[in-house]
């Protein structure tokens, strides 16, 4: 339960945390809120060399509203996103899936930046992300590029983020006809299986949180959605899965989560 030893540092500017990463040649993390990198260290899982405590950075913090897009800056943390009107009214899917990530203390420390660059495939906002069609911009030694969703989420707490970037921001299309729907056996616990559902008049896209070792899209339900087909387009959310079996739930039990939740978060998009 007691960590490895290692450096910490506090850089005033994403440049500064930039130089500080690359000194240490890998082996050192970014710590945002700390409430997935935190308990993995004193599980010792991660061992890192130093710390590059980016909480200071003030340029990180912020929503941004423009008319098709909202971009918020990856230290907001989960209970400001979920407290934004901008959001709430502009991309709800978001709003309500930040609402529901743990309890309070984890709302109040975690950051959209920290559970997008985990990509924990039980963590809500990486399917979110996904469904959205949303993007993170990084910036690295190279300078600064943006990613699409699709191309962020590599494999089990890996995204295509190089060890010398710092994701900034993320940019989320704004969405109304949006939901994210997840069961979970007690309020704060992980998801699962989650469903999110972004609807655009008869098109659809679907993400799914639990199901594999990164947040994977339902392409059969998407396929198979017309705009008004919930139950029958739902019916194929397990379509080509291979779900994994573990102490929470069987993969079997997994496949029939995805049918019902994907109908669940398809009705709730539609009705908004
Ligand atoms: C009790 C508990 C319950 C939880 N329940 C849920 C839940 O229901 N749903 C859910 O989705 N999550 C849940 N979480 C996770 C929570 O949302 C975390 O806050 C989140 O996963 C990580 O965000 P963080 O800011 O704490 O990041 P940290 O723990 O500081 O960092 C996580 C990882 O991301 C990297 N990182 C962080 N920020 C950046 C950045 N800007 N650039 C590059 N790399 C970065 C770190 O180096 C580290 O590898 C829970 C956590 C706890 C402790």
Known sequence: MIPQAFEYEQPSSVADAIAMLGKHGGEARVLAGGHSLLPMMKLRLAAPDALIDIGRIASLRGITDTPDAITIGALTTHAEVAGAEVIASGCPILAETA??????????????????????PHGDLPAVLLALDGEATAEGPNGRRT???????????????SP????????????????????NRRAQDWAIVGAAAVVHGSSARIALTGVGSKPVRAAAVEAAFDGSNTAEAAGHAADGLDAPSDTAASGEYRAHLARVLVRRALEAAMAR
């Open 99 to 120: 609402a529901g990530i743990g309890d309070l203390q984890v709302r109040n420390r975690g950051t959209i930046g920290g559970s997008i660059a985990n990509a924990d």
């Open 164 to 183: 010398d970037e710092i994701l900034t921001e993320v940019r989320v299309p704004k969405a109304s006809n949006s939901a994210y729907v997840k069961f």
């Open 147 to 161: 990613i699409a969703a699709a191309d962020l989420f590599v494999d089990y707490l890996q995204t295509s983020l």
